[in-house]
């Protein structure tokens, strides 16, 4: 699959022009406005757009909302407080980026050759999936061995050494038709992806590590 990705680049005040610059032009921007405060712009993701991957980005820091600045140089840029503990992730970002000279990298990504996903990864079932999976005539799937209850939530259970239940040694999902949301929606190239890809196969961007 080609992918088109925004490449990350840090910029610190006062080269918040240049920052802006390049979010306009599809990347993304780490702004440090000291050394204990940073903000992550990106393009304002389009609402009905569940694979947008400055959306994706912010997830991938562990925030589910994110601002929209309405005035100054960032006018109409999504904006997100980068929590302190996250700036190690942003700053291994940039330095991935660092190689790239263009704001978007395109790159090509086999899912099949990868299935890190689907690996050491928690999927929550939603009634939606529920539901399919009854109409698909396997509501099995939502009950154990293959769903369990954790935290108040029902979530697939992983195999002993962490892989999904569902996932073959072939990289194929062997419930690809009734697959939950949250895996059907899940973007290749987002920043989850690359993460998974880097800490499941060693692979950083699609180069070994």
């Given at each position: 699959?080609?992918?088109?990705?925004?490449?990350?680049r840090s910029f610190r005040s006062p080269h918040l022009a240049r920052a802006a610059a390049w979010v306009r032009r599809g990347g993304h921007a780490?702004?440090?406005?000291?050394?204990?405060?940073?903000?992550?712009?990106?393009?304002?993701?389009?609402?009905?757009?569940?694979?947008?991957?400055?959306?994706?980005?912010?997830?991938?820091?562990?925030?589910?909302?994110?601002?929209?600045?309405?005035?100054?140089?960032?006018?109409?840029?999504?904006?997100?407080?980068?929590?302190?503990?996250?700036?190690?992730?942003?700053?291994?970002?940039?330095?991935?980026?660092?190689?790239?000279?263009?704001?978007?990298?395109?790159?090509?990504?086999?899912?099949?050759?990868?299935?890190?996903?689907?690996?050491?990864?928690?999927?929550?079932?939603?009634?939606?999936?529920?539901?399919?999976?009854?109409?698909?005539?396997?509501?099995?799937?939502?009950?154990?061995?293959?769903?369990?209850?954790?935290?108040?939530?029902?979530?697939?259970?992983?195999?002993?050494?962490?892989?999904?239940?569902?996932?073959?040694?072939?990289?194929?999902?062997?419930?690809?038709?009734?697959?939950?949301?949250?895996?059907?929606?899940?973007?290749?190239?987002?920043?989850?992806?690359?993460?998974?890809?880097?800490?499941?196969?060693?692979?950083v961007d699609g180069a070994t590590a």
């Amino acid at each position: 699959m080609i992918v088109v990705r925004p490449v990350v680049r840090s910029f610190r005040s006062p080269h918040l022009a240049r920052a802006a610059a390049w979010v306009r032009r599809g990347g993304h921007a780490v702004v440090w406005l000291s050394p204990r405060k940073a903000r992550l712009i990106f393009p304002r993701p389009k609402e009905d757009d569940d694979h947008d991957l400055g959306w994706w980005s912010v997830l991938d820091l562990g925030r589910l909302e994110y601002g929209v600045e309405t005035r100054g140089t960032f006018r109409g840029m999504g904006v997100l407080r980068i929590p302190h503990d996250c700036y190690a992730i942003v700053r291994d970002r940039v330095t991935r980026d660092s190689i790239y000279a263009a704001p978007r990298r395109t790159l090509e990504l086999d899912c099949l050759a990868c299935g890190a996903c689907c690996r050491d990864n928690r999927v929550e079932l939603e009634d939606v999936d529920v539901e399919r999976f009854a109409r698909g005539g396997h509501p099995e799937l939502a009950r154990p061995p293959y769903a369990r209850r954790d935290d108040g939530a029902v979530v697939l259970v992983l195999r002993r050494d962490k892989r999904c239940k569902h996932l073959g040694d072939d990289n194929k999902c062997g419930i690809y038709a009734l697959r939950p949301d949250s895996c059907s929606k899940f973007p290749v190239g987002s920043e989850c992806c690359l993460s998974s890809r880097e800490e499941e196969l060693g692979l950083v961007d699609g180069a070994t590590a």
